[in-house]
């Protein structure tokens, strides 16, 4: 039996969870959330708890068993609380702005990169900090990934966009060769 599979989820006051045949969905005060049910998985609602249960002991069911429990959890979170994902600008000349629906990054290149975020999404900026917000946790973190793409941070002066609190692993310079 999946260890976390097996474990109920507690629905919080404020949170109501709607379930059909094939989807599940978690409005709270943030918003709404909406996913399928995996095949061979079954939700049941039992007071304040939802139980993932599945059918038999197939490998993908043993596997989905776990994933679908997870991502009912992740809405439920989401949907009380939000997510929150932080970055941080370093380096010289590296700035950061809000412009209408999206970013205007100035990251080193020859232009700003005008970054526009998906719908869900809000943004702060604090200084060289970015702070992203949603109730989705996949979409907050592919938003932020996305950004940290643009200018990943290099192992040599350490600039870049960096998630906050990333350990950057630092490269000497070069050693002169002797002869």
């Given at each position: ?6 474990q ?8 109501s969870v ?12 943030k ?11 079954s ?6 708890n ?24 992740n ?5 009380s ?17 809000l ?8 990251l ?5 990169i ?5 719908e ?8 060289n ?16 990934s ?7 941070p290099?192992?040599?002066k ?16 070069k050693?002169?060769k002797?002869k």
């Open positions: 039996m999946s260890r976390i599979g097996k109920p989820i507690a629905i919080p006051t404020g949170v709607t379930i059909n045949t094939d989807s599940i969905s978690v409005s709270g005060t918003g709404t959330l909406n996913t399928s049910i995996l095949n061979g998985i939700v049941i609602q039992e007071d304040n939802v139980l993932v249960k599945r059918q038999d002991d197939e490998a993908i069911n043993r596997s989905n068993h776990g994933l679908m429990r997870s991502l009912i959890n809405m439920v979170i989401g949907v609380q939000g997510y929150v994902k932080k970055l941080e600008i370093v380096g010289v000349g590296y700035r950061v702005s412009q209408g629906n999206g970013l205007k990054l100035n080193g290149y020859s232009h700003d005008n970054f526009a975020l998906p869900g999404i809000t943004a702060n900026v604090e200084q900090n970015i702070v992203l917000s949603g109730i989705d946790k996949q979409k907050v973190g592919q938003v932020a996305e950004i940290r793409a643009l200018r990943k290099e192992p040599y350490g600039k870049g966009i960096k998630y906050e609190g990333e350990y950057i692993i630092r490269k000497s310079g050693s002169g002797e």
